[in-house]
């Protein structure tokens, strides 16, 4: 009778985690594969059955048990933010703030928090792709000795609504259509600019998610901001306005549309894997943390309302002081129990630190414990490692699906006598270290008549909007006109585009001209404004084409090599490429890598085919006469060249290459050079100027 295994016991199968296979019949060794209730696994090839060719048994308990877990493998993903990744890392405090607030973690400089944060684009499922244009998010547990404290944020510092009643429909028009199931990830539908053509709060946010700020080069070149504004209270209960930012060490990075969209096809996980193999590599991700911080006073006296989320405070008016780091060292071990069972919650708040009124963060206090429940299954998710705090939590909370703690004592009530008569009696409130909800949020009195309203400022929708617009390089500009002409020319509804560039019309007369001419549109009727938009002075800090570092640290620098690539050359480029900090992926027509012209062979890291120029930030070619006549006739290569031009990255170049750069027509510019010629520095920066050759933008 046949009873082996397809495999080899004594080898494994395969499982990395159970290559010791002890002598049959021993229970000695602790490598045993078990059921989930500790019997060792005699053989985990075949089911239990009634003869060699007979059916299954339904006493297989072996069976039953493996395959009932699979079947519940999967929990509901998140509503939003379902597609994410995860790192562990710390925060480190660079100067004492107790001054400003009395949370344990900003008291002492050096001193270091373990953190989980978890990136995330809004509108996919779990399993979309990375490059979407969308908004990401950055949420960042710290697990503090005085409780978690989640600071739950976007890479974007404003929202598209005012108030957390509106999300639902939000998220709603943006996901996939109701009855088709489609779009995946994208806001490029109907529903989506239906809704917001009619949401003029929406303006502001759409300006960013236009912009650049949607198709980030990585979550590592990705700012991060707290949105709303939070209050710290010091341990004399004095408080100061916040809002929170990170700020990336690589600095902002952002790719082109059409590399955006080429990278869905090329790599669906372009940032998780960039994430991980970073990290794996010991080139840590690294943000500091700043704050702006100001009073009542500067609160009273500005035209916006700093309680709407839909408003920033610029950054020129209230610098950003940098306070600490946070650096992602360690990847996560197991995805699911981490990264997917992670429940990040903005009323995650520790002493120190509380809320402001903001109507939008006071509807997410309740939103992300309820959505948790529903999605983790059991009120008791906050015991899973990931969730549970690294401080001692004792309370009187008992029992529910799937409690894993043992809790002791008979005492499960408070208050209780138990304590001092041979029982125990449990925890006892603190007064003095407890949790006290800070009085006096506003001015005003937090009392009034119960009225459905918004305060009078929140109805300015477009000055911020403007503000953006004209804090941007004309290269971006040109991006954010363009956007809107791609997504609304993915809009079948006829009466929608009109009424949107009626609104923009409110934020400026040129972006709306653009992109009514780039649809092929009449300029509509300007749609009227609640209240009056007036001109904010231009805010640098929003710009990312003024912002970026160059630098190509962090950077991956693709090398094109075949048979007959000079070793010296590609040696001396290599090593120039790494002391800068960057990462050299060579490409060559084979996996097996290439016959250099001294005879030795490097392996290639990817297939030409298969590694397009869209993975890289900059391109460099070194290969023979010969192979460059092969390659003259490969779409691949060709496309490859041509890509890279197309996305403004620079090209480097041996002379005998020159022939593949003009098959794919490249026209010489400041970042196209031959390899010699300081290809490292060339390489630090994206050529925007080159753009208006290589496409026609709105
Ligand atoms: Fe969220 N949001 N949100 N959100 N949000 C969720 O919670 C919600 C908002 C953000 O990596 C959900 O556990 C409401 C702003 C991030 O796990 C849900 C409103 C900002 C993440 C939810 C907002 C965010 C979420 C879905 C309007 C930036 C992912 C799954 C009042 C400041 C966290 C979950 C992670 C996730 C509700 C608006 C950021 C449904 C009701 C503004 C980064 O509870």
Request: contains cysteine; aromatic residues 10%; negative net charge.
């Amino acid at each position: 009778m046949a009873t082996d295994n397809t495999f080899d016991t004594d080898r494994g199968t395969g499982g990395e985690t159970h290559q010791h296979v002890p002598e049959k019949g021993t229970h000695t060794g602790t490598n045993h594969l078990t059921t989930n209730q500790g019997f060792h696994v005699s053989d985990n090839q075949n089911s239990l059955r009634s003869g060699e060719r007979g059916p299954t048994l339904l006493e297989d308990f072996v069976l039953r048990e493996k395959i009932f877990h699979f079947d519940h493998e999967r929990i509901p993903e998140r509503i939003v933010h379902a597609r994410g990744s995860a790192a562990h890392g710390f925060f480190e405090l660079f100067e004492s703030l107790s001054d400003i607030t009395k949370a344990d973690l900003f008291q002492r400089p050096g001193e270091k928090t373990p953190v989980f944060t978890r990136f995330s684009t809004v509108a996919g499922g779990a399993g979309s792709v990375d490059t979407p244009r969308d908004v990401r998010g950055f949420a960042v547990k710290f697990y503090t000795k005085e409780g978690n404290w989640d600071l739950v944020g976007n890479n974007i510092p404003v929202f598209f609504i005012q108030d957390a009643i509106k999300f639902p429909d939000l998220v709603h028009a943006v996901k996939m259509e109701a009855d088709r199931a489609f779009p995946q990830a994208g806001s490029a539908h109907d529903t989506f600019w239906d809704w917001a053509s009619l949401m003029p709060e929406t303006t502001h946010m759409l300006m960013w998610a236009m912009s650049d700020r949607t198709i980030p080069r990585s979550f590592r070149t990705m700012e991060g901001f707290g949105v709303h504004t939070f209050i710290l209270v010091n341990a004399k209960g004095k408080s100061t306005f916040v809002k929170f930012h990170w700020k990336p060490k690589l600095g902002l990075q952002s790719t082109v549309w059409d590399e955006a969209l080429k990278l869905q096809a090329a790599d669906n996980d372009y940032h998780r894997r960039d994430l991980w193999e970073s990290i794996r590599s010991g080139n840590f991700p690294e943000w500091e943390l700043g704050l702006q911080l100001f009073d009542q006073d500067f609160a009273d006296a500005q035209p916006y309302d700093v309680l709407d989320a839909t408003k920033i405070i610029p950054e020129e008016i209230i610098p950003v002081r940098i306070v600490g780091r946070m650096v992602l060292d360690r990847n996560p071990d197991n995805f699911f129990a981490e990264t997917e069972q992670a429940a990040y919650c903005p009323a995650n708040i520790i002493p120190g630190i509380d809320f402001s009124n903001d109507p939008l963060l006071q509807g997410r206090l309740f939103s992300y414990l309820d959505t948790q429940k529903s999605r983790l299954g059991t009120a008791n998710f906050h015991q899973l490692p990931i969730n549970a705090p690294k401080c001692p939590v004792m309370n009187f909370q008992r029992d529910g699906q799937m409690q894993m703690n043992v809790p002791m004592g008979r005492a499960n009530y408070e208050p209780n006598s138990l304590a001092g008569h041979d029982e125990e009696g449990g925890p006892r409130e603190c007064p003095v270290s407890g949790f006290s909800t800070f009085q006096g949020r506003s001015q005003q009195q937090e009392q009034g008549d119960k009225l459905r309203v918004r305060a009078e400022l929140f109805a300015d929708h477009y000055s911020q909007a403007r503000l953006f617009w004209r804090s941007q390089q004309p290269s971006e500009q040109a991006h954010i006109a363009s956007s809107f002409v791609f997504e609304l020319s993915k809009v079948g509804l006829a009466q929608v585009p009109p009424r949107m560039v009626g609104n923009l019309r409110n934020v400026d007369e040129d972006l709306a001209k653009r992109v009514a001419a780039g649809l092929g549109l009449a300029l509509p009727q300007k749609a009227p404004a609640a209240r009056a938009p007036f001109d904010m002075e231009p805010s640098p800090a929003l710009s990312i084409h003024t912002n970026m570092k160059a630098t190509i640290e962090g950077r991956t620098i693709g090398i094109l090599v075949a048979d007959g690539t000079d070793a010296s050359a590609l040696a001396k480029l290599t090593k120039a490429i790494q002391t800068a900090g960057a990462r050299v992926f060579l490409v060559a027509p084979k996996i097996g890598g290439a016959k250099l012209a001294d005879g030795t062979i490097v392996k290639a890291d990817g297939q030409l085919m298969g590694s397009p120029s869209q993975l890289f930030d900059a391109i460099a070619i070194l290969l023979s006469q010969g192979a460059t006549r092969t390659l003259i006739n490969e779409g691949a290569a060709v496309q490859w060249v041509m890509d890279a031009f197309g996305h403004l990255k620079a090209i480097g170049y041996g002379p005998e290459a020159k022939q593949l750069l003009d098959k794919a027509g490249i026209e010489p510019d400041q970042g196209v050079v031959l390899i010699d010629d300081n290809f490292v520095e060339a390489a630090a920066r994206r050529y925007w100027d080159r753009e208006p050759k290589v496409r026609s933008l709105a």
